[in-house]
C-alpha cells in the first residue's frame, strides 16, 4: 500500500505542520517559513438545529473560535430544559427535529438571545448578527 497522501497536513519529513498565527494574528500554517492562512467558518448565528432558517447572514470566525463557540453553545444549551427534563442540546438521541419537537420556536429564540447576552463578550460577532437578525429580540434583558 501506499503512503502517498497518508501525511496530510504534515511536511515532508513526517513532522506535523506548525499551526500558529502571522503578525497580524491571523490563524493558520506555517510550512517552510511560508504562511498559509487558515479559510475558517461561517456560523449560523441561528442555528438551524433551532429552527433558523437555512439561508441567513452567517458570521466569518475562525475554526477555533468557531469550535469554542459550540462548545459554549452546547453547554449553555444542555442546562435549558423543560419540564420534563428534555434539554436544548442536540445530540445522538436528541436531533435538531427533536429540540424543534420539543421547545416551541419562542423558547429556542430566547434561549438563543439569552446565550448570546450572557457569551456576547467571547463572540461578539456572532451575538452581533444574531441580534441583527431578530431586532425584536432586546440585547441584556
Same mark, same amino acid.
Given at each position: 500500500m501506499s503512503r502517498r497522501g497518508s501525511n496530510s497536513g504534515r511536511g515532508t519529513s513526517g513532522? $506535523?505542520?506548525?499551526?500558529?498565527?502571522?503578525? *497580524?494574528?491571523? *490563524?493558520?500554517?506555517?510550512?517552510?517559513?511560508?504562511?498559509?492562512?487558515?479559510?475558517? =467558518?461561517?456560523?449560523?448565528?441561528? /442555528? !438551524?438545529? !433551532?429552527?433558523? $432558517?437555512?439561508?441567513? /447572514?452567517?458570521?466569518?470566525? *475562525?475554526?477555533?473560535?468557531?469550535?469554542?463557540?459550540?462548545?459554549?453553545?452546547?453547554?449553555?444549551?444542555?442546562? =435549558?430544559?423543560?419540564?420534563?427534563? =428534555?434539554?436544548?442540546? $442536540?445530540?445522538?438521541g436528541n436531533s435538531g427535529r427533536d429540540v424543534q419537537e420539543n421547545f416551541t420556536r419562542n423558547q429556542r429564540l430566547d434561549a438563543l438571545r439569552r446565550f448570546y447576552n450572557e457569551f456576547g463578550i467571547r463572540h461578539p460577532e456572532a451575538a452581533r448578527d444574531f441580534f441583527f437578525q431578530h431586532p425584536n429580540l432586546n440585547f441584556c434583558d
Open positions: 513532522n $506535523p505542520r506548525p499551526r500558529g498565527t502571522n503578525l *497580524s494574528g491571523q *490563524s493558520g500554517t506555517w510550512h517552510r517559513g511560508q504562511f498559509f492562512p487558515s479559510m475558517g =467558518q461561517r456560523h449560523h448565528s441561528d /442555528p !438551524m438545529f !433551532m429552527g433558523g $432558517p437555512r439561508i441567513q /447572514p452567517r458570521t466569518d470566525m *475562525s475554526t477555533f473560535d468557531h469550535q469554542q463557540l459550540h462548545r459554549d453553545l452546547n453547554n449553555f444549551l444542555r442546562r =435549558q430544559e423543560n419540564e420534563f427534563g =428534555q434539554h436544548m442540546r $442536540p445530540q445522538r
